[in-house]
């Protein structure tokens, strides 16, 4: 799903834009991802949802732009794209659910940011001028990794990425 063109509009209209940033959820829902999203301009979700319901809840906060994840299945999950781009102010970010599928050519198609989950392992690392987040899992803990989600300050063609630990 990509955001729709009112919820592009409507981000270019304020200074700063706050991009919320979760993965994982695994078909949980937790009151604290749901208020760490409070007051963003727009949500990307990295995949594994598990159930259109999270989606429908994620909606109610922000404009939403979801990708399947490997655990995304049935008819509601056929809908959603595997790959998904979009472009906040000047910055062009490409949603993918598995590090591996991310491709070759970020640099030649102008991608600024690369939002990706399935580790479930918070991490925000750049490499020749790509951002690469991925804000962790928001679902059922995995092993020993954070509860955690992160967000996406853009100013004009400036990006800043942080993550949250939710529960650690």
Not at 27 to 49: F, M, Q, S
Not at 89 to 118: E, Q
């Amino acid at each position: 799903m990509t955001s729709s063109p009112s919820a592009s509009s409507s981000l270019a209209s304020s200074k700063v834009a706050r991009i919320g940033l979760i993965s994982d959820t695994h078909n949980l829902v937790r009151p604290e991802a749901l208020r760490h999203l409070e007051g963003c301009d727009a949500i990307v979700h990295a995949g594994d949802i598990c159930e259109p319901a999270v989606l429908d809840a994620l909606r109610e906060i922000a404009p939403v732009t979801a990708v399947r994840g490997n655990n995304d299945t049935g008819a509601w999950a056929a809908a959603l794209p595997t790959h998904a781009t979009l472009t906040v102010r000047d910055v062009t970010i490409l949603v993918v659910h598995d590090m591996a599928d991310v491709g070759k050519n970020v640099h030649r198609d102008g991608v600024r940011v690369v939002v990706t989950g399935h580790s479930h392992q918070p991490r925000i690392d750049e490499r020749d001028g790509v951002l690469y987040v991925n804000p962790g899992s928001a679902g059922p803990r995995r092993f020993r990794l954070p509860i955690s989600a992160g967000l996406l300050l853009i100013d004009g063609a400036q990006v800043h990425a942080t993550l949250h630990t939710l529960i650690a």
